[in-house]
């Protein structure tokens, strides 16, 4: 899973080269829907854009684990590819998710059912997260790290950031939260506690893998070039579909 369908669709011919999948001769890659998310399928391995944020990846997760169900799938593994902020790392630093709090600092994932708070504990497979740093190339130029991810529920004031429509706090107050954040927090989306929740929660292994595009601590806006954003982007596919291809062999 990811953010937006363009991404999901290159995640998809990456795995055909990276598989060696064949399609019939005179066919093409394409959407098996795309009426509120693009899915793909490779073999076995579905490509799927879940939107942004909490509400749009829970309802996806909610479709997916019941169409994983009905297809009887056996012993399914969810993983979401996406881009982050970091708090305190390089840029295109890659990060695999072993934690996920929200923007209070709480583990779990809070939602209202029939009236009442459902509390979730946000937890993710450790084996999956150690199989997922097993692939890792130790030649590639940039660090692949673990660590605790911040779900916030807001891409600006969510995440003290200075440039939405409405800000009420200042340069300081921004820098002192994310100052004690670091150490804590290692990067900052808005998926990770209803991911992980949901997955716990469904007894599905399931991880996510990053890349940071900014450290918030340096500022709001990224700097690097569309080139360089483009490439770093690539870099939890690389590693994901490295992870699938080692896990399929040669069932698929």
Not at 77 to 85: A, C, E, F, L, Q
Not at 162 to 187: F, M, P, Q, T, W
Not at 192 to 200: R, W
Request: aromatic share 8%; proline share 4%.
């Amino acid at each position: 899973m990811g953010g937006t369908p363009g991404r999901m669709k290159n995640f998809a011919h990456l795995l055909m080269d990276e598989l060696d999948y064949k399609l019939p001769v005179g066919s093409e890659i394409s959407e098996i829907t795309s009426y509120r998310f693009s899915m793909y399928k490779v073999g076995p391995v579905l490509s799927i854009s879940h939107g942004m944020g909490v509400p749009s990846i829970g309802i996806l997760l909610h479709e997916i684990i019941k169409l994983l169900y009905h297809a009887k799938a056996k012993n399914p593994v969810i993983i979401r590819i996406g881009t982050s902020g970091g708090i305190g790392i390089e840029p295109g630093t890659v990060v695999i998710s072993d934690s996920a709090v929200d923007g209070l600092g709480n583990n779990f994932y809070e939602v209202a059912v029939l009236g009442k708070k459902v509390r979730r504990p946000a937890v993710f497979n450790k084996e999956l997260i150690d199989e997922i740093k097993s692939c890792v190339d130790p030649k590639n130029p940039y660090e692949t790290i673990t660590g605790t991810t911040m779900c916030a529920n807001d891409f600006y004031e969510g995440q003290g950031r200075l440039d939405g429509a409405i800000c009420d706090h200042s340069e300081s107050d921004k820098l002192n939260y994310l100052i004690n954040l670091k150490g804590r927090v290692v990067n900052i989306e808005m998926e990770a506690t209803v991911f992980a929740a949901l997955t716990h929660r469904t007894g599905i292994k399931a991880a996510i893998v990053c890349v940071t595009f900014v450290d918030r601590l340096l500022g709001d806006q990224l700097t690097s070039t569309k080139e360089q954003m483009e490439d770093w982007q690539k870099r939890p596919q690389k590693l994901v579909a490295a992870y699938i291809k080692r896990s399929l062999g040669k069932s698929y």
